[in-house]
T-cell receptor, first 117, second 117 residues
Framework: DAKTTQPPSMDCAEGRAANLPCNHS???????VYWYRQIHSQGPQYIIH???NNETNEMASLIITEDRKSSTLILPHATLRDTAVYYC??????????????????FGKGTKLSVKP | DTGVSQNPRHKITKRGQNVTFRCDPI?????LYWYRQTLGQGPEFLTY????????KSRLLSDRFSAERPKGSFSTLEIQRTEQGDSAMYLC???????????????FGSGTRLTVV
């Protein structure tokens, strides 16, 4: 899987948008961008994923650049409960991985987001 | 279905003892993964199963570690002759592979925290 680069930490004021960047300059054409987060003492939680189009769900928005070499996760109105480590991962999609050994989630160190009142 | 369940949540053991952890995945998921996480690091992949078949094992999985998934349902991870370096959070995740893209990724459990004294 392609490697990603994320800033080790970021701060955000409560109620403001949190924009978390991720660089993935060696991403392959069949690799998706996935975002997970891990709140202290819990397992990682899936947030969103995308291939090349921008995606939005009830948790966040994912903006992927046209060349797909970077992306940004946006939490539109950050709350104190969004304080967590956010992981950006690139990998082949689950449906392309049936029976194969590639595509396992490989985590880096992520970005520690601190939402402050 | 209440998600991925892991037991026990915490385990303290003396060096040299054997320990076993259990993971109950989401019932319709056909893949099950084990990860290990130490303080300040992202989760590290250990092994995964597709149904009852163990398809991949990381180099991190020494011969003291063994995982099983009988009948393709729950899974157990056993560590024999524990060492202090085995102290970590052991995370289990499950996913459904072979369907259309757009499904969320892995669902993680809350983990089992192992302390070897």
């Amino acid at each position: 899987d392609a490697k990603t680069t994320q800033p080790p930490s970021m701060d955000c004021a409560e109620g403001r948008a949190a924009n978390l960047p991720c660089n993935h300059s060696t991403i392959s054409g069949n690799e998706y961008v996935y975002w997970y987060r891990q709140i202290h003492s819990q397992g990682p939680q899936y947030i969103i994923h995308g291939l090349k189009n921008n995606e939005t769900n009830e948790m966040a928005s994912l903006i992927i650049t046209e060349d797909r070499k970077s992306s940004t996760l946006i939490l539109p109105h950050a709350t104190l409960r969004d304080t967590a480590v956010y992981y950006c991962i690139v990998r082949v999609a689950e449906y392309m991985n049936y029976g194969g050994s590639q595509g396992n989630l490989i985590f880096g160190k992520g970005t520690k987001l601190s939402v402050k009142p | 279905d209440t998600g991925v369940s892991q037991n026990p949540r915490h385990k303290i053991t003396k060096r040299g003892q054997n320990v076993t952890f259990r993971c109950d995945p989401i019932s319709e998921h056909n893949r099950l993964y084990w990860y290990r996480q130490t303080l300040g690091q992202g989760p590290e992949f250990l092994t995964y199963f597709q149904n009852e078949a163990q398809l991949e094992k990381s180099r991190l999985l020494s011969d003291r570690f063994s995982a099983e998934r009988p009948k393709g349902s729950f899974s157990t991870l056993e560590i024999q002759r524990t060492e202090q370096g085995d102290s970590a959070m052991y995370l289990c995740a499950s996913s459904l592979v072979g369907r259309e893209v757009g499904l969320p990724g892995y669902t993680f459990g809350s983990g089992t925290r192992l302390t070897v004294v």
